[in-house]
């Protein structure tokens, strides 16, 4: 019989960015559980242990949603940078060139 692996995830980022569509979007899919973690410091992140650190940001709202990613990517967790709202970003007509993001920032990058 297989053992199913679990994995504490921190989901962070700032009001109103998507972390509650994001994680209620991933425990859509089979096999994945995630449970949300709103953390609003490393002080409150770090009291729990966490195998990967989330940040989800409004891709939207980059420069405001930017300020908080830094601090995580210093932090020493794994990361996995998730753009938020992607899709209302090129409605918008504008494009991000997510190969450059991802090479820039030094982390996974995803789109939802």
Do not use: W
Not at 10 to 33: D, L, W
Not at 74 to 92: G, K, S
Request: include cysteine; glycine fraction near 6%.
């Amino acid at each position: 019989m297989e053992t199913k692996k679990h994995i504490e995830v921190a989901v962070v980022g700032s009001a109103q960015c998507g972390k509650t569509s994001f994680v209620e979007m991933m425990n859509g899919v089979e096999g994945t559980n995630i449970h949300f973690d709103d953390h609003h410091s490393h002080q409150e992140m770090d009291a729990e242990p966490h195998d990967v650190v989330v940040p989800v940001l409004d891709a939207t709202n980059l420069r405001d949603s930017l300020e908080l990613t830094p601090s995580f990517i210093d932090h020493q967790h794994p990361l996995v940078l998730v753009l938020n709202r992607y899709d209302l970003l090129e409605q918008t007509g504008h494009k991000l060139n997510l190969r450059r993001f991802t090479e820039l920032v030094g982390i996974p990058v995803v789109t939802t």
